[in-house]
């Protein structure tokens, strides 16, 4: 049964702490997306990258955020310094694009980082 | 304003109950549209995906798509408890792979 990983499932940092989150994507896919939910705004797109090169993002913060692939099947996030209003649940999610399922290119999500930066 | 607007809800109906979600949206150039159920502490998975104007039913599910309207809905017939959960509207234009997503509605339903 072929899942998208996550990890941590669930951290509590302090404020200016560093964090990372890691993500293994569904072996074959080639698009890997993170995402940031929250109450408020819902899930957001931070950035996406393609056969492991950064697509775009445009939706991250650049001066603390940052994402690599360092290989196909490590994806991560980093966020450094923390802030409290970092606190959300991040998504990892990976698609096939132009494979068989192109036409609608579903993503799959993996079950989430719950942080919590105090 | 929201590219996808979808009101977040919550909505609580009793079991059975017909239930309908929707979202609005204000770029015409979206052609794919897609719902997504998310359960409690879990990620969003795929429910229904429609290409383009029409209806799609799969079971009790059944998703309509008004693109003079730039309106989409969700229907969930004889809804059970085990329906209960955030169902997120999403939608990207041909060729993109980007998706944008509504708020999500947190429905409940009660036995």
């Known amino acids: 049964d072929a899942r998208v990983t996550q990890t941590p499932r669930d951290k509590v940092t302090e404020m200016g702490q560093e964090v990372t989150m890691r993500c293994q994507p569904i072996?074959?896919?080639?698009?890997v997306f993170w995402y940031r939910q929250t109450m408020m705004q819902g899930l957001e797109l931070l950035a996406y990258f393609r056969n492991r090169a950064p697509l775009d993002d445009s939706g991250m913060p650049k001066d603390r955020f940052s994402a690599e692939m360092p290989d196909a099947t490590l994806a991560t996030l980093k966020i450094q310094p923390s802030e409290p209003r970092d606190s959300a649940v991040y998504f990892c999610?990976?698609?096939?694009?132009?494979?068989?399922?192109?036409?609608?290119?579903?993503?799959?999500f993996g079950p989430g980082t719950r942080l919590t930066v105090l | 304003q929201k590219e996808v607007e979808q009101d977040p809800g919550p909505l609580s109906v009793p079991e059975g109950a017909i239930v309908s979600l929707n979202c609005t949206y204000s770029?015409?150039?979206?052609?794919?549209f897609m719902w997504y159920r998310q359960y409690s502490r879990k990620g969003p998975e795929l429910l229904m995906y429609?290409?383009?104007?029409g209806n799609k039913e799969d079971g009790r599910f059944t998703a309509q798509v008004d693109k003079s309207s730039k309106y989409i809905s969700l229907f969930i017939r004889d809804s059970q408890p085990s329906d209960s959960a955030t169902y997120l509207c999403a939608m990207r234009g041909q060729g993109a792979q980007k998706l944008v997503f509504g708020q999500g509605t947190r429905l409940t339903i009660n036995p």
């Open positions: 429609t290409y383009s104007s």
């Open positions: 770029n015409s150039a979206f052609q794919y």
């Open positions: 072996l074959g896919h080639n698009t």
């Open positions: 999610a990976s698609g096939s694009w132009g494979g068989r399922l192109a036409s609608y290119n579903e993503q799959f």
